[in-house]
C-alpha cells in the first residue's frame, strides 16, 4: 500500500479551499496550502508524479521482493 500525506491536486486544493471558506479567517487557500508546505521538511508539497512514480517501481521486477508493505511518502514529514 502507498500512503502519501499532502499531495498536490486538484481535490486537495478543493478541499484546503473548503477549509479555509468555513474558517472564516483573514487567510487565502493559497496561504494555507503554503502553510501546509511548511510544515514539511522539505518545504513543499508532494507531487502526484512522485506517487506515480513509486508505483510503477512496485509494479516492476525490481520490486519483486517487497509485499505486505505499507510505505509511507511524507518527504520527510513525521505524521
Do not use: Y
Not at 494555507?32 to 510503477?56: C, D, F, H, W, Y
Not at 517487497?66 to 511524507?74: H, R
Amino acid at each position: 500500500m502507498i500512503g502519501p500525506t499532502w499531495v498536490e491536486t486538484e481535490l486537495m486544493r478543493r478541499n484546503v479551499t473548503q477549509v479555509v471558506e468555513r474558517e472564516g479567517k483573514r487567510r487565502t487557500a493559497q496561504q494555507a496550502t503554503a502553510e501546509i508546505a511548511r510544515g514539511n521538511p522539505q518545504q513543499s508539497m508532494l507531487q502526484p508524479q512522485k506517487i506515480a512514480a513509486l508505483a510503477v517501481f512496485l509494479c516492476s521486477d525490481l520490486a519483486k521482493g517487497i509485499a505486505m508493505e505499507n510505505i509511507q511518502i511524507t518527504g520527510g514529514a513525521l505524521w
